[in-house]
């Protein structure tokens, strides 16, 4: 048997080329039918090897010697594969900031898991989530598929992580409580995902589209008041147009109308509660002790009634002032300045948070090498917020973890359990 395919040396045209034999069960062969073709280098045009010129009949003996082997080889006197199952109950704990919508987020990817739920809503929204109880109902889901548990946080939310029937936890809302739960669901080893929130950057390089760049830094961080887990609320500015920007942006927030939500003419409203508002109108005084106001600073004086703060732009802020590092979750900008790329990643990964970010430039290869150099969950490139039912969402670091829609949502919902199926009846005879 030949076992190499190395060539002898042989007289060819050129007298040295070698001659290779090819590869057919097992052995090292030449073509049935005796032919070679030459192989050439092409530097030199000269021939330097040949090998069997294969035909019909050597195809057929390298066919019949594969479905040969196709059974031999690998061990297949057994099945191995993976079940994919639901958890079982979900505990889904969600925040006052999208109320219907974090429930949709939660509540669908665990019942396409095939998962039911206990969901608590936040004591200050509970009414949307009711309705889509209503709903629920409406369309016939069997009774205790979905469970809608309204109550604070104490009262109803602790119990709900240590409750042993519930087998996952899924939490939006603060850092601070994030920690609680992972802590109450340590003691049985429950599973958790987390998404608590950030302090985004949202980076405008000197070649961005000025006009774009200016809405979409406020867009960014003024959208449902502030009240967005993915606020933009760190504005990192190249100092090349930081001067133009920060007036530009506070002229704009200037026209920014402050009302009742239920008035599409206004572009922001009140904010959640008395809590939160005099949450952010400290956040304001912190903020006029640690930079500059570009607009904005404190509450409007037209409103008689309601939890209203002015869109607020501080400037000239250091990135690690309170302002810079704490989440706010209201309508408050911190404008930074940067210098140069290498900069900007800096200030932008400085934070507890990963959750989002955004970079906007004309020039593509900045944009990626800042998307993969920015520790984030989410990263949007000259836009900012959009957000898909097909797409990952979550945190880096302090921002949780877990990922929310898309498939990575259902995932989070599933457990994987490895199945072997013996098929062999001899006995295994171990002992
Ligand atoms: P929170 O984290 O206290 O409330 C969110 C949810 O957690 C609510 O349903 C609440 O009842 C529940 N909860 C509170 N304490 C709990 C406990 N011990 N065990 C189980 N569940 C509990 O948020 P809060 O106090 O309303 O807002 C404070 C700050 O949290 C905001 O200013 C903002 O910075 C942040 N936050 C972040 C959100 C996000 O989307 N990541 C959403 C809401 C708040
Ligand atoms: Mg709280």
Request: glycine content about 10%; hydrophobic content about 45%.
């Amino acid at each position: 048997m030949t076992t190499s395919a190395r060539p002898r040396q042989r007289s060819g045209k050129s007298g040295k080329a070698a001659a290779y034999r090819m590869y057919i069960d097992g052995k090292f062969v030449d073509a049935r039918s005796g032919r070679t073709f030459d192989v050439f280098d092409p530097a030199s045009e000269e021939v330097i090897a040949t090998c069997p010129a294969g035909g019909p009949e050597d195809i057929d003996r390298a066919a019949k010697a594969a479905h040969r082997a196709f059974y031999g080889g690998w061990k297949t006197d057994a099945i191995a594969f993976a079940l994919r199952e639901p958890m079982g109950v979900a505990g889904q704990i969600i925040p006052w900031n999208y109320p219907l919508m974090m429930a949709a987020w939660k509540i669908a990817p665990a019942l396409a898991a095939g998962c039911t739920v206990v969901l608590k809503p936040a004591e200050q929204t509970p009414l949307s989530i009711l309705k889509l109880a209503e709903d629920f109902e409406a369309v016939g889901l069997p009774p205790g598929v979905v469970n809608i548990v309204t109550g604070d946080g104490p009262g109803a939310g602790a119990p709900l992580v240590a409750h042993p029937e519930v087998r996952k936890i899924a939490f939006t809302g603060s850092a601070e409580v994030g920690k609680l739960i992972m802590r109450s669901a340590a003691d049985q080893l429950k599973r958790v995902s987390l998404e608590l929130g950030g302090k985004s950057p949202n980076i405008f390089f000197a070649d961005a589209d000025f006009e774009n760049a200016v809405d979409g830094a406020l867009f960014g961080v003024f959208v449902n008041q502030g009240e967005v887990c993915s606020a933009g609320s760190r504005v990192l500015v190249q100092r090349d147009i930081y001067k133009k920007f920060v007036d530009a942006a506070a002229a704009k927030a200037r026209t920014i109308k402050v009302g009742s939500g239920l008035d599409r003419n206004n572009k922001m409203g009140p904010l959640v509660s008395a809590e939160q508002r005099d949450r952010v109108v400290r956040y304001q005084k912190i903020g006029r002790q640690e930079a500059r106001v570009a607009v904005g600073g404190g509450v409007p004086k037209q409103h008689e009634r309601g939890w209203y703060v002015e869109p607020t732009i501080f400037y000239d802020v250091d990135n690690a002032a309170r302002i810079a590092q704490e989440e706010i979750f209201g309508p408050v900008m911190s404008v930074i300045p940067f210098k140069d790329e290498a900069e900007a990643i800096r200030i932008a990964n400085a934070t507890p948070y990963g959750l989002a970010a955004a970079v906007w430039t004309r020039d593509i290869f900045k944009a990626f090498r800042v998307v993969k150099a920015l520790e984030a969950g989410v990263v949007w490139v000259n836009h900012i917020q959009p957000t898909f039912v097909e797409a990952p969402w979550g945190g880096y670091k302090a921002s949780g973890f877990g990922r929310e829609l898309g498939h990575w949502g259902v995932e989070e919902y599933l457990e994987t359990k490895q199945v072997y199926v013996n098929l062999d009846e001899k006995p295994i005879g171990w002992y």
